[in-house]
């Protein structure tokens, strides 16, 4: 109680504390010297014994504040005053400290956001952790994901170790024509119990129920939130109305969450529908599909256990299966992936290779604000050993430099917190726009905690630099000491030294990391995809199901579109296709070879195959290699023909001409007959980062899809020419909806993006690094001149040219900056293996990189030791010698 | 020897013992130690504000300005009732701490 009240009085009373305080030490050093005097001493002579017995009233006094109710936060208060008061003396100081611990803290947040969104956030969905992506595969096909239904009903009949399977997978672009304007809208099939098992609760209505589900049952759909605001005005009696989609009406039984995102980062779908799987186990031919799998674990059960179960199960059943899929399926293996790396697994690599980055760039600012620290600790020891004589003790001196160190931290971390939420928005447009987890990015709790921690320890580290400096000081000496370019301790170049060495080092590895990312977007941007892009624009065309439901008529559809196509004005070259490169073929075809043996049922190759028109590879600039191109003559009825790609050639006809040759597909015994007739350039046909691998085209004619691209080759610009385009197919049949309208171009940067995105990020980052270990080099070396200036004068005065001076100040930064850069190197050897993933036909230790880096990063710190050593040989010998 | 010297906290009981015999200031307080310890304890002003303060923001102790005896304004502390309770409390603590001490001392 009395405690407080003092503690009251302390704060808000404090001139009047203070001011009693001084009254009581002076009476007491009054009283003593009348004491002295009245022991027969002279009154001066007595007054100053009684002040060398007291031992110093501002000692005293401090002595008495440090025991006082809140002295602490009297001390703060000081402190701040006093940080502030040094701080807007050295605004140069002050505002390099903070615009680089902001910089570096900002990066920090915005980066440590997105890892918080994708890695340690839980997923949106229930009990995640045990949720796993199963997916079978073959070794030789690493890529394709999905597994076949057998299989799934099986696991589903039979797993002791999972609590629940559900599936999902069969997308269906439909038409959409109730209410309003047709529309092409994507939905996915899914098994009843998907949703329940994930934890999502509908909107509105309910999620699917196993009656929903059966084979044969009236169709079920539920919505995405934003088709029904979008279609059905947001209205809540939607639920057991029927709409029609693709001529077929579907009960609506729910409505999805706005917040839903499913499972998978490929589906971005606007409904969902029952996949009306017979869930029965057991191989049935006419039910097998690729399905998508999720399990959860039960609890405790390791994912092993489970992955071993599963292996075990598909054993089981391989006996009672038809001969063709034992082949098909003889060295297919399981794969068990947690939901997390599922939907992160393409870009956590990348996040967390870049916020390691953005972790070194805050080092290297703090280590340079540390510098600058020491510099400045070294020219305050007089200060400091004055504050020392006055009372304050070496507790009371560090805390105030800690102090100051947090100001300067926390005003950087609020103007980094600001620049990192400025920066998340950057950050997004860089990831993939696929990712689902990308919209969950924002600054949580989480975050700020992580930014608080930042400035904090950034400001710690700042602030006890100069306190590592200041232990290292006598008081005597340096009260007494005249001059302040004496020599000092050798103590304070060895850290100024380590530090930069460090900096330097650091910079290197992320200098490296930037060049090979940078070489690596090179390579991909050089690459020849195989076709030329320039003045292409492609768009997607659906045919409605109902209304197109033969071959006969999507071929009628296309050639009527191609013939209106081309007759645009400024169309150079009109094609349909049914695939195209960098987005694939949407079909692939079990593809034989006439005389050849037949293989074990199942072993034949699929191979992705797309009809197309017969200008298609003069619209792309295609290469045609041998033989002849389509005409109008391959068309139904006609013989059978196709076009091969080169890569088809070399891995099937080795050492031999593939043209000429015929094919067989079909059903097996049936042998229907395609002869090659034409031999085509590859191009990069699953996207730039896979070669080309065997395609095969057939003349649209021959082999009709129901959706098809419509490319056109033109010099008018894409806008003019796609609205052109819409309105000649809607002429057509207004139905039919377009989508999906891209540039070549587009597409080709849409498929650089990631590679683009992270040279972009790591390159930005790896600037700043240069730059602060720039700034770090200049600052010793400016530092190092402004100290030695008497010695670098003497030197001048005896003879010494201004190249020797010259020579002298340069090597001596250099040798910083090279110990630097081969630590650094040695670094990046070993860090760099971590981003191999993130590369692009380049190796993670590339020598040519890795020393085009060393050199540009030592010239950088050539120029930032010259402008310091040029200032060193500008000194006037007589000036310098004078100074004292 | 220097109060410093001794155990931390020492210093309250010889201060709270000479002012239950009445007010008293700073340099008073000090010659009075001095005297009563027959020079054992030399309370230099360093340690023996930094207590004074703290026992009156603790309620121990009270001060109002007062003259001296040598015409000096100088400050007068006094103990209050919490105070002569602490004194007889730091007491029992002292007597017990003395009596184990020099029972350990004499122990055979």
Partial sequence: ?884 | MAAEDLLPGTLDLPILQTLSLGPQHGLGISRRIGQITAGTFRVMPGSLFPVLHRMEEQGWLAAEWGESETNRKAKYYRLTKPGQRRLGKEKDRWDKVALAIRSALEAR
């Fill in chain 1, 1 to 884: 109680m009395h405690r407080l009240r003092s503690l009251i009085r302390n704060l808000f009373r404090r001139s009047r504390v203070e001011r009693d305080l001084d009254q009581e030490i002076r009476t007491y050093a009054d009283m003593l010297a009348d004491e002295k005097a009245q022991g027969g001493m002279a009154r001066p002579e007595a007054e100053r014994a009684a002040r060398i017995e007291l031992g110093g009233i501002e000692q005293v006094k401090e002595q008495v504040r440090a025991s006082r109710a809140g002295a602490w936060l009297d001390q703060l208060a000081a402190d701040l005053r006093y940080g502030l008061r040094t701080l807007r003396r050295n605004p140069g100081f002050a505002a390099v400290t903070i615009v680089t611990l902001a910089l570096g803290i900002g990066a920090n947040t915005a980066l440590f956001s997105v890892v918080n969104a994708l890695l340690l956030r839980p997923l949106p969905y229930m009990d995640a952790d045990r949720l796993m992506y199963i997916t079978e595969f073959w070794p030789h096909e690493p890529e394709v994901s999905g597994s076949a239904s057998p299989d799934f009903t099986n696991w589903r009949a039979h797993s002791h170790l999972s609590q629940q399977i559900e599936a999902y997978g069969g997308d269906r672009n439909v038409t959409l024509t109730s209410a309003g304007e047709a529309e092409r809208v994507a939905g996915t099939a899914v098994t009843a119990g998907l949703l329940d098992m994930i934890g999502i609760q509908p909107a509105l209505g309910r999620n699917f129920i196993s009656e929903d589900d059966r084979p044969g049952a009236p169709p079920a759909v539920m919505l995405g939130y934003r088709l029904w605001q979008r279609r059905l005005g947001a209205s809540a009696d939607v639920i057991g109305k029927q709409i029609e989609m693709d001529g077929v009406g579907r009960t609506v039984v729910g409505v999805l969450p706005a917040s839903f995102a499913f499972p998978d980062n490929n589906i971005r779908q606007e409904f969902l529908f029952p996949m009306g799987l017979s869930l029965e186990p057991g191989m049935r031919e006419s039910d097998f599909r690729i399905l998508h799998v999720l399990a959860r674990r039960k609890p405790g059960v390791a994912p092993e256990a489970l992955h071993a179960e599963f292996v075990e199960l598909v054993r089981r059943t391989a006996s009672e299966e038809p001969p063709q899929f034992v082949t098909m399926r003889k060295d297919m293996e399981i794969r068990l992936i947690p939901l997390r790396q599922w939907l992160t697994g393409g870009v956590s690599r990348a996040v967390l290779v870049l916020q390691a980055a953005v972790a070194m760039v805050l080092l290297i600012g703090c280590l340079n604000v540390a510098n600058l620290q020491i510099a400045r600790g070294i020219a305050r020891r007089k200060e400091i050993a004055l504050r020392t004589a006055l009372g304050a003790g070496r507790a009371r001196i560090t805390r105030q430099l800690l102090t100051e160190g947090l100001l300067l931290s926390s005003v950087g971390g609020a103007a980094g917190l600001a620049l990192g939420y400025w920066a998340l928005n950057l950050l997004r447009s860089f990831l993939p726009a696929s990712l689902h987890l990308a919209d969950s990015i924002r600054i949580d709790p989480r975050v700020l905690a992580f930014t608080l921690a930042l400035a904090i320890a950034s400001g710690v580290v700042t602030g006890l630099a100069p306190v590592l400096a200041a232990a290292r000081m006598r008081l005597d000496e340096t009260l007494k000491e005249g001059s302040s370019r004496t020599t000092e301790p050798g103590s304070h170049h060895r850290l100024h030294r380590a530090l930069v060495i460090a900096e330097v080092a650091i910079a290197m590895v992320l200098l490296a990391g930037s060049g090979l990312l940078v070489r690596s977007f090179g390579r991909m941007a050089s690459l020849d995809p195989g076709f030329d892009a320039e003045g292409v624009l492609t768009q997607r065309v659906g045919l409605p199901a109902r209304k197109y439901a033969t071959n006969q008529s999507w071929s009628a559809f296309s050639s009527q579109l191609l013939e209106r196509a081309a007759a645009l004005p400024g169309v150079q070259n009109a094609a349909v296709a049914g695939g195209l490169p960098l987005i694939g073929t949407r079909s692939g075809v079990g593809t034989w070879f006439e005389g050849r043996p037949a293989p074990p049922p199942g072993g034949r190759p699929t191979i992705p195959m797309a009809g197309v028109s017969s200008d298609y590879f003069e619209t792309l600039r295609i290469p045609l290699l041998r033989g002849r191109t389509f005409t109008a003559a391959d068309r139904e009825g006609s013989p059978s023909v196709v076009i091969v790609n080169q890569a088809f050639a070399d891995q099937f006809f080795p050492g031999q001409q593939a043209l000429g040759k015929n094919i067989t597909q079909g059903r097996i015994g049936q042998n229907e007959l395609k002869e090659i007739v034409g031999i085509v350039g590859n191009v990069r046909q699953e996207g730039l980062r896979t070669a080309a691998a065997p395609t095969i085209y057939a003349p649209y004619r021959q082999f009709p899809e129901s959706e098809i691209l419509l490319v056109l080759r033109s010099s008018l610009p894409p806008a003019a020419l796609s609205t052109a385009a819409a309105s000649a197919i809607r002429a057509i049949d207004p139905d039919v909806p377009v989508y999906d309208v891209a540039t070549m171009l587009d597409r080709l940067a849409e498929a650089r993006s990631t590679q683009r995105a992270n040279m972009a990020l790591m390159g930005m980052f790896a600037a700043l690094a240069l730059l602060l270990a720039a700034i770090g080099i200049f600052g010793v070396i400016a530092y190092m001149v402004n100290r030695r200036s008497l010695e670098i004068g003497i030197r001048m005065a005896l003879g010494a040219q201004r190249s020797d001076v010259l020579k002298m100040v340069l090597g001596h930064g250099m040798i910083l900056a090279l110990i630097g850069i081969a630590i650094g190197l040695g670094g990046a050897l070993a860090a760099t293996r971590a981003m191999r993933t993130l590369l692009f036909e380049i190796s993670p230790g590339d020598p040519s990189t890795l020393m085009a880096s060393a050199t540009l990063f030592a010239v950088v710190a050539a120029a930032a030791c010259y402008i310091p050593a040029r200032r060193a040989v500008r000194v006037d010998p007589m000036t310098t010698l004078r100074h004292d």
